[in-house]
């Protein structure tokens, strides 16, 4: 239905037609209930501001909706990564802690890292061992500094799935 | 743990949850694991969210219309100031704070990309400061986002046209920042990634380009927006071709043809036939490159753009070179060449001067190709061209005087003069 079209209707009509997509790709992509509906909503009040450049609605939205929950699963997998990584830097550092509880916590985060593939244990490594920051870690290891923060993305992704199995994450 | 799955527990109690994760137990892995398996969605629920968005939509429309009305005066208050006074009155007054404001600005800006570079330059800078202070006003709108992010790009372009290609990066990658935090608008996406992919062209990344022309074509046809893939499938032939595989930018221009709508954009037909003319000569497919020419030439004629019409001649002279048919190529070459200096187009007058020279040299005639070589270089003084291909082209007409010219010599420079174009820093060196 073309833009001019719709002006006259409502859009209740184009919702209904469009519901079994709409359930199918949430369903697909198992966004939890509350979250789908905040992204589908967000998806439709876009439409209406860019109605007049769409061709296709039916595709643009299901499109727009599968691009939005593609994000929606990055960003918490980054979240989870960045919480993962805060903590474990935090776990370290932390002075105060009796010896034998870092002893313990040192042991049990090489024997994780330990099961990553090469390339991450030696990026993880540097990361708690030696606190180097990615521009270091990427001088130390012949990596390009462009391409370092990819790097150390997929190895916390890696190192997040020996904790937790996390859907969509690459194996490392 | 839930919390912690979310990424809304404060760092402490991450750092203990971790802590416990890390010594391996079991039954805290599987319960944190349960939190990235959500059940699906309720039919039923998704029918009641249905219904509440389709009313939000129709006051949403509602308030979008007004904006769009008013979007109309606004400008015309614009329209009516000096730049300077434009710029600031976007920044800082409120009034002005209207998304189809910052949105028609922005399609002004790519209108003028091609026929006024500067002025495509300026349109973009206003829209970028009025699409920023809508972003700031409304932090958790990412329609707002969208409309920075693709004021960005369209600066970007601008500037990339505008051979400021250093600015040109930074705009680009500051767009690409800013979308990934967007609506998801496939359409809005594919534009970022495309201006971008054109950058990494002009800067010789082809392969950075094909990337992203490929990031973008999956976009446009998450969105079913045929026409624009066929756009961006024409770029990427484009790259494919820079980097001699012909056979690729041969198939993909053809496809992009069948996908393109004419109505939409004529003249993008017009320049995909030309590519493909052109590839199909490099490739040597020379029956099909004539009969190709044969078919768009009545087409471009009718679409009556001067350059257009010129880059065919030209395209047509490079046949007839390539045929043996030296003396119909000059009298061609010649004639572009005229065109494109009375229309101050000077690489391409450069490009087309080095194509006459080889013709001339081909035919060793010397004398009329020093005599080419002493004539081209005041033109190209007068009409502008950067220092460093002017510098170039001194050494060519030395070159010529000292009659230790040579075809790969031509080859080199015109290998030069087109990366030059888009970038004034680089320096010619001549073949040993």
Redesign the interface.
């Known amino acids: 239905m073309s833009h001019e079209a719709r002006q006259e209707g ?3 009509e184009l ?2 037609g469009m ?1 079994p997509r ?2 199918q790709v ?2 697909r992509f ?4 509350q979250d ?2 905040d992204l ?11 109605e007049a ?4 609605p ?3 939205l299901v ?6 929950c593609l ?1 929606y699963w990055r960003a ?1 997998r980054r ?2 990564y ?3 990584d ?3 830097l ?2 370290v550092a ?1 002075e105060e802690r009796p010896a034998q509880h870092l002893a ?2 040192q042991r ?2 090489n ?2 890292v330990g099961r990553l593939r090469p390339r991450c244990r030696s990026i993880l490594r540097l990361r708690y061992g030696l606190g180097c920051k990615p521009r270091e870690t990427a001088r130390r290891l012949g990596y390009r500094e462009s391409s370092i923060y990819k790097l150390v993305e997929r190895c916390l992704a890696a190192l997040s799935n020996q ?5 969509g994450s690459r194996a490392c | 743990m839930r919390r ?4 809304t ?1 404060p ?2 109690g ?2 203990e ?3 416990h ?4 137990c079991d039954g805290c ?1 599987r319960l ?2 349960r ?9 039923a ?3 009641s ?3 509440r ?2 009313d ?3 006051s ?2 509602a308030r ?1 219309e007004r904006e769009r009305r008013r979007a109309g005066i606004l400008l015309a208050e614009l329209d009516a100031m000096p730049y300077p006074r434009r710029l600031l009155m976007l920044l800082n007054s409120e009034r002005f704070s209207n ?1 189809f404001v910052g949105e028609i600005l922005l399609e002004r800006a790519h209108a003028a990309v091609f026929s006024d570079p500067s002025q495509a330059v300026r349109l973009a800078e206003a829209g970028v400061a009025l699409a920023g202070r809508i972003s700031r006003q409304r932090p958790t709108d ?2 707002a986002v ?1 409309l920075h992010a693709r004021a960005w790009s369209i600066l970007g372009n601008a500037c990339r046209v505008s051979s400021d290609l250093e600015r040109a990066r930074d705009a680009c990658a500051r767009a690409e920042e800013l979308i ?1 935090h967007g ?5 809005e ?1 594919a534009g970022v990634l495309a201006r971008h992919g054109l950058l990494d062209h002009a800067e010789r990344r082809f392969d950075d380009a094909v990337g992203r022309f490929d990031a973008a074509l999956r ?1 446009c ?7 624009l893939e066929g756009r961006v499938l024409t770029h990427k032939a484009r790259s494919l071709g820079e980097t001699g595989k012909l056979s690729a930018m041969i198939d993909l221009t053809q496809r992009a043809l069948t996908l393109i709508d004419p109505e939409r954009e004529p003249r993008l037909v017009l320049v995909a036939q030309h590519n493909l003319t052109w590839a199909l000569k490099e490739a040597g497919r020379m029956d099909e490159a004539l009969s190709l020419l044969q078919e768009i030439l009545p087409l471009h004629a009718r679409s009556g753009k001067t350059l257009d019409l010129l880059r065919l001649r030209w395209l047509e002279g490079k046949l007839a070179q390539a045929q043996g048919q030296l003396e119909r190529a000059e009298t061609a070459f010649r004639e572009v060449y005229d065109g494109f200096v009375r229309s101050a187009v000077v690489f391409d007058a450069a490009l087309v001067a080095l194509d006459l020279a080889a013709v001339l040299y081909e035919q060793g005639r010397l004398p009329e190709m020093k005599q080419l070589a002493a004539d081209v270089l005041p033109v190209f003084r007068s009409l502008g061209i950067h220092r460093e291909a002017l510098a170039a082209l001194a050494l060519f007409q030395k070159a010529v005087e000292q009659e230790r010219i040579s075809l790969r010599w031509l080859g080199a420079l015109a290998g030069y003069l087109k990366h030059a174009r888009d970038n004034p820093s680089l320096e010619f060196e001549p073949p040993a």
């Open positions: 409502s859009y209740e919702l209904r519901q709409f359930a949430l369903a198992k966004i939890p209930p789908a509906e589908l909503q967000q998806t439709l009040l876009a439409f209406v501001r860019k450049s769409v061709r296709v039916e595709t643009w499109g727009t909706l599968r691009n939005r994000k918490r979240s989870l960045t919480a993962i805060s903590a474990v935090e776990a932390a313990d916590l049990d985060l024997a994780a904790l937790i199995d996390t859907p | 912690f799955v979310e990424g527990l760092a402490a991450a750092a949850v971790v802590r994760l890390l010594s391996g892995r944190a694991a939190g990235w398996r959500p059940q699906p969605v309720d039919a629920r998704l029918d969210v249905l219904g968005v389709a939000r939509m129709a949403e429309r979008v998304w990412r329609l969208d990934d609506s998801g608008d496939p359409l996406e976009r046809r998450m969105a079913g927006d045929l026409h």
